[in-house]
């Protein structure tokens, strides 16, 4: 054995156990305050359940953001699938018809969907409002994904307490690329250590509704069920289910007591849709976060956060102005992939 | 979709974890165990755990530093280890001392067993945890960062921040040393 061989028997220890936990838990507590830190600054609409209780609950608070206001709070009793007797509940339902007597998508290698979304971001006390395109290309678990993004503008909107950090991410204004882990499209909790395939999902309301309820109970901790069937629902709407699928969530939301029709709007993008309303405050501000659908082809257009009454965290905005949105550009099956180059 | 799919590249993680910071558990899933192995050997185990954990949080709250051009991650978080390592020096001396005493005739335990029982076996020599003490700090980043993280010679480069050619002659005059001690009368 040589001397750096020698120096290898000497000195080389694996990590114990409870060292490997500790470490991991310091890093988490971190990446959840700065998480916590940055939806606030970035001012992402909020991202609702989608990790709640997975050891990651604290980047699910993260996730949610300023405006929620349900962590930690008892979760209430599952509502049943209830009947249509209010206009968001008929609207809803108007969508469930459409999607559930649409085409089905046609097929291809990857799960594509495009998006556009808006905000504020923060870089070394400085905030901007930006328009990012991104997206997704998916060939599925153990297979090839694909990420593109391009800013399309970022506008200085003033200085802020706040100091945040800057990316190449937010100042990359040609499309680029960069290789993903394939089928997170494909699931719902992602970032959880389960996630759940959306393939699996059953394809009528009240199964549907069994099924999240035990998800619910199982990985989530003090979620309100209406912030997780919304969380999940913007997923599902935009993952390669079948119309069955889409037209069981559009059920689900339909039978949701809390959602609100706000009737019909434009989207970020222009296209009229109907928007749905969900109320949630915290940290100073009231929000509503809606769904906007288009009811005759059941598509999923946006989301959005509309500012009900700005807190701190929203100098120089008024209620009515959009805090963040994400739009829904386009999704379905394709066999190409952009040639862009790999992100700097 | 909410978000786009994980990246599964060091540099794509880094790069997704500016905009989603959850996305930087990936680093640790990947990093972790050759981190703490590195830092264990110059610290032990006491101050191991926490100098590990403590290069994670370093590197998260400094990953928009990363710079993909200039180097792998892991010669980054190397660097970045390496850097804390500097700060417990005297528990480094300690280490080495300690490891230095280890023979059939000392008390030992945990991982000083398993040593203890190599050099019984005639696999190491105590007298090379002696020779690690009478290297200078850089020469003992170099060959550690050599035998303990694997890193090539390019990668020690970029994470210590020296030229290409410096590395090889660091290690050139560490190992000389190394092998004088191991040659020695005392260490035969």
Same mark, same amino acid.
């Given at each position: 054995?040589?001397?750096?061989?020698?120096?290898?028997?000497?000195?080389?220890?694996?990590?114990?156990?409870?060292?490997?936990?500790?470490?991991?838990?310091?890093?988490?507590?971190?990446?959840?305050?700065?998480?916590?830190?940055?939806?606030?600054?970035?001012?992402?609409?909020?991202?609702?359940?989608?990790?709640?209780?997975?050891?990651?609950?604290?980047?699910?608070?993260?996730?949610?953001?300023?405006?929620?206001?349900?962590?930690?709070?008892?979760?209430?009793?599952?509502?049943?699938?209830?009947?249509?007797?209010?206009?968001?509940?008929?609207?809803?339902?108007?969508?469930?018809?459409?999607?559930?007597?649409?085409?089905?998508?046609?097929?291809?290698?990857?799960?594509?969907?495009?998006?556009?979304?808006?905000?504020?971001?923060?870089?070394?006390?400085?905030?901007?409002?930006?328009?990012?395109?991104?997206?997704?290309?998916?060939?599925?678990?153990?297979?090839?994904?694909?990420?593109?993004?391009?800013?399309?503008?970022?506008?200085?909107?003033?200085?802020?307490?706040?100091?945040?950090?800057?990316?190449?991410?937010?100042?990359?204004?040609?499309?680029?690329?960069?290789?993903?882990?394939?089928?997170?499209?494909?699931?719902?909790?992602?970032?959880?250590?389960?996630?759940?395939?959306?393939?699996?999902?059953?394809?009528?309301?009240?199964?549907?509704?069994?099924?999240?309820?035990?998800?619910?109970?199982?990985?989530?901790?003090?979620?309100?069920?209406?912030?997780?069937?919304?969380?999940?629902?913007?997923?599902?709407?935009?993952?390669?289910?079948?119309?069955?699928?889409?037209?069981?969530?559009?059920?689900?939301?339909?039978?949701?007591?809390?959602?609100?029709?706000?009737?019909?709007?434009?989207?970020?993008?222009?296209?009229?849709?109907?928007?749905?309303?969900?109320?949630?405050?915290?940290?100073?501000?009231?929000?509503?976060?809606?769904?906007?659908?288009?009811?005759?082809?059941?598509?999923?257009?946006?989301?959005?956060?509309?500012?009900?009454?700005?807190?701190?965290?929203?100098?120089?905005?008024?209620?009515?102005?959009?805090?963040?949105?994400?739009?829904?550009?386009?999704?379905?099956?394709?066999?190409?992939?952009?040639?862009?180059?790999?992100?700097? | 979709?909410?978000?786009?799919?994980?990246?599964?590249?060091?540099?794509?993680?880094?790069?997704?974890?500016?905009?989603?910071?959850?996305?930087?558990?990936?680093?640790?899933?990947?990093?972790?165990?050759?981190?703490?192995?590195?830092?264990?050997?110059?610290?032990?185990?006491?101050?191991?755990?926490?100098?590990?954990?403590?290069?994670?949080?370093?590197?998260?709250?400094?990953?928009?530093?990363?710079?993909?051009?200039?180097?792998?991650?892991?010669?980054?978080?190397?660097?970045?280890?390496?850097?804390?390592?500097?700060?417990?020096?005297?528990?480094? &001396?300690?280490?080495?001392?300690?490891?230095?005493?280890?023979?059939?005739?000392?008390?030992?335990?945990?991982?000083?067993?398993?040593?203890?029982?190599?050099?019984?076996?005639?696999?190491?020599?105590?007298?090379?945890?002696?020779?690690?003490?009478?290297?200078?700090?850089?020469?003992?980043?170099?060959?550690?960062?050599?035998?303990?993280?694997?890193?090539?010679?390019? &990668?020690?480069?970029?994470?210590?921040?020296?030229?290409?050619?410096?590395?090889?002659?660091?290690?050139?005059?560490?190992?000389?040393?190394?092998?004088?001690?191991?040659?020695?009368?005392?260490?035969?």
């Amino acid at each position: 054995m040589d001397e750096l061989g020698m120096l290898v028997s000497l000195l080389d220890e694996d990590p114990s156990a409870h060292g490997e936990r500790d470490g991991r838990r310091r890093l988490t507590g971190a990446i959840d305050k700065e998480a916590t830190q940055a939806r606030r600054r970035f001012a992402f609409r909020p991202r609702f359940a989608l990790f709640g209780g997975f050891g990651l609950a604290g980047a699910a608070a993260a996730l949610a953001g300023a405006v929620l206001l349900s962590s930690g709070t008892t979760p209430r009793a599952p509502d049943p699938v209830r009947p249509a007797s209010t206009p968001a509940a008929r609207l809803m339902l108007a969508a469930a018809h459409s999607v559930e007597s649409g085409p089905a998508a046609s097929s291809g290698r990857y799960w594509e969907v495009q998006r556009q979304r808006g905000g504020r971001l923060v870089e070394d006390g400085k905030s901007y409002d930006f328009v990012q395109r991104l997206g997704g290309y998916d060939a599925g678990p153990g297979r090839d994904a694909w990420s593109t993004m391009r800013m399309v503008s970022k506008r200085y909107a003033g200085p802020t307490s706040e100091q945040g950090a800057g990316s190449s991410l937010w100042d990359t204004f040609r499309w680029s690329k960069v290789r993903a882990s394939g089928g997170q499209t494909y699931q719902i909790l992602q970032g959880s250590k389960d996630p759940v395939d959306v393939r699996r999902l059953p394809d009528t309301a009240p199964a549907l509704k069994s099924y999240l309820d035990k998800l619910l109970h199982e990985r989530s901790q003090g979620w309100d069920p209406t912030e997780w069937l919304y969380g999940n629902a913007e997923d599902i709407l935009a993952s390669p289910v079948g119309p069955r699928v889409r037209g069981a969530v559009y059920r689900l939301l339909a039978a949701d007591p809390h959602l609100r029709a706000v009737g019909t709007v434009k989207d970020p993008l222009g296209r009229p849709g109907t928007a749905f309303s969900r109320r949630t405050s915290g940290a100073g501000m009231v929000t509503d976060d809606q769904l906007i659908v288009d009811t005759r082809t059941g598509r999923l257009l946006a989301t959005r956060t509309v500012l009900v009454q700005p807190g701190p965290a929203w100098p120089g905005k008024k209620p009515g102005d959009i805090a963040s949105y994400e739009a829904v550009l386009s999704y379905g099956w394709t066999d190409q992939i952009p040639n862009y180059p790999p992100l700097p | 979709m909410t978000a786009p799919p994980a990246v599964d590249d060091d540099a794509g993680i880094v790069a997704a974890s500016l905009a989603e910071p959850e996305r930087f558990t990936g680093v640790y899933d990947r990093h972790h165990a050759a981190v703490y192995r590195y830092v264990h050997g110059r610290l032990g185990p006491q101050a191991a755990d926490d100098v590990a954990a403590e290069t994670f949080l370093t590197a998260f709250r400094r990953r928009a530093d990363f710079d993909p051009a200039r180097g792998a991650l892991r010669a980054w978080l190397f660097g970045i280890a390496t850097r804390l390592v500097a700060q417990h020096r005297r528990t480094e &001396e300690r280490r080495y001392r300690a490891l230095a005493r280890l023979g059939p005739d000392r008390p030992h335990g945990g991982h000083e067993d398993r040593v203890a029982a190599a050099v019984d076996a005639g696999l190491v020599k105590p007298e090379l945890a002696a020779a690690l003490r009478g290297l200078s700090a850089k020469e003992r980043d170099v060959v550690l960062l050599v035998a303990l993280a694997d890193l090539t010679h390019e &990668e020690v480069a970029a994470a210590l921040g020296i030229p290409y050619g410096t590395v090889g002659s660091r290690l050139n005059r560490a190992r000389r040393k190394l092998r004088a001690a191991l040659d020695s009368p005392e260490g035969t």
